[in-house]
């Protein structure tokens, strides 16, 4: 990953960019073929689910997709730790992969947080 994109669309596309970019890399095997599908899948679903958050009919379907977008990138970083126990030589981008979904976990979790503190408010 390069700089960092703070705006969140950018961003979570840029990272199903990069996913996809990195999961070409890996040679398919009988063990790596399901792990990269479920990476790409998880990866790049973290982007898309974040596309129809910010165009949600309702406070709650909104709060829906944010939830959905945060176990998504918690998701996506499990399985670049299977990439790395299947291709240990891939670790380093594996690493700079997982340390973004970390972040984009959080960054996900606290916007739930946020939610919730305010309907709690209210």
């Known amino acids: 990953m390069t700089a960092k994109i703070y705006d969140l669309a950018s961003r979570t596309e840029r990272f199903a960019e990069e996913v996809i970019k990195f999961s070409k890399k890996i040679p398919l095997t ?11 899948r998880s990866g790049t ?17 909104f709060q829906h997709k944010i ?11 499990f399985w670049l730790k299977m ?23 959080l960054i996900f979790n606290s916007i739930l947080n946020k939610i919730r ?3 709690v408010s209210n």
Do not use: H
């Open 83 to 105: 990439v790395i126990t299947a291709v240990p030589g891939v670790k380093r981008e594996a690493i700079l992969l997982a340390q973004e979904a970390k972040e984009l976990n």
């Open 45 to 61: 679903s973290i982007g898309a689910n974040y596309s129809e958050a910010d165009d949600a009919l309702s406070s709650k379907d």
């Open 117 to 119: 503190s305010k309907s």
């Open 30 to 40: 009988s063990i790596t073929r399901p792990i990269v599908s479920q990476l790409v």
């Open 67 to 77: 939830g959905i977008c945060k176990k998504e990138a918690r998701e996506t970083k």
